[in-house]
């Protein structure tokens, strides 16, 4: 081949081709070239999607992704943000209160009425109490309006509507499948 033809096009200069420099960039320039697309930086996954990897280098990643300077999902996360989360995809907000309201009922109601009344459920906005005498249920019906208050208060208004005051278990009298009805039931217990 000789220079004066047009279709010979010059070849360009291989690494090994380029002369030596002192300041080193050619060595530079030749470890980046060697090393092109095995960096982290190369190996992140474009918008869209991107490769698994299942070892060597990018064993630390998931779903190609390495973990960056700033939290993301996969980092640990902190467990009251974690229940909260589930607390709100569960939707047990309401119930959970409410269960509050029952842990901290003699701070609602006051000592002296906590220790002679506890609340057995909740549901439907209707709130179920039982009293250990029958007298401390006829004061609790006393103390209802400001009971309903201070439930609504600390729970959201309206969530508790109506508040159901029982006495105590009492013994039954009734014994056997037989009964009268109407009468006054076995008075000869006494003796």
Same mark, same amino acid.
């Given at each position: 081949?000789?220079?004066?033809?047009?279709?010979?096009?010059?070849?360009?200069?291989?690494?090994?081709?380029?002369? %030596?420099?002192?300041?080193?960039?050619?060595? !530079?320039?030749? &470890?980046?070239? !060697?090393?092109?697309?095995?960096?982290?930086? &190369?190996?992140?996954?474009?918008?869209?999607?991107?490769?698994?990897?299942?070892?060597?280098?990018? &064993?630390?990643?998931?779903?190609?992704?390495?973990?960056?300077? %700033?939290?993301?999902?996969?980092?640990?996360?902190?467990?009251?943000?974690? /229940?909260?989360?589930?607390?709100?995809? %569960?939707?047990?907000?309401l119930e959970l209160? /409410?269960?509050?309201?029952?842990?901290?009922?003699?701070?609602?109601?006051?000592?002296?009425?906590?220790?002679?009344?506890?609340?057995?459920?909740?549901?439907?906005?209707?709130?179920?109490?039982?009293?250990?005498?029958?007298?401390? !249920?006829?004061? @609790?019906?006393? @103390?209802?309006?400001?009971?309903?208050?201070?439930?609504?208060?600390?729970?959201?208004?309206?969530?508790?509507?109506?508040?159901?005051? @029982?006495?105590? %278990?009492?013994?039954t009298w009734k014994?056997?499948?037989?009964?009268?009805?109407?009468?006054?039931?076995?008075?000869?217990?006494?003796?």
């Amino acid at each position: 081949m000789s220079s004066d033809d047009p279709s010979a096009a010059p070849t360009p200069p291989t690494p090994r081709d380029e002369p %030596h420099r002192d300041d080193g960039l050619d060595l !530079a320039r030749q &470890a980046v070239r !060697a090393t092109a697309g095995t960096t982290p930086a &190369a190996r992140r996954p474009r918008r869209g999607g991107g490769r698994r990897t299942t070892g060597g280098a990018g &064993a630390g990643t998931t779903g190609g992704r390495l973990s960056g300077a %700033h939290p993301d999902e996969r980092d640990p996360q902190l467990l009251g943000g974690e /229940v909260g989360k589930l607390v709100d995809r %569960h939707g047990w907000e309401l119930e959970l209160r /409410v269960r509050g309201v029952f842990a901290r009922w003699p701070e609602l109601v006051g000592d002296d009425v906590a220790a002679h009344c506890t609340p057995e459920s909740f549901a439907d906005g209707r709130l179920v109490v039982r009293t250990d005498s029958t007298a401390w !249920a006829t004061q @609790l019906k006393l @103390l209802l309006p400001a009971i309903l208050r201070r439930l609504n208060e600390d729970l959201g208004e309206g969530t508790v509507t109506l508040v159901e005051v @029982l006495g105590p %278990h009492l013994p039954t009298w009734k014994k056997g499948a037989r009964s009268t009805r109407d009468s006054r039931g076995p008075r000869d217990t006494y003796g």
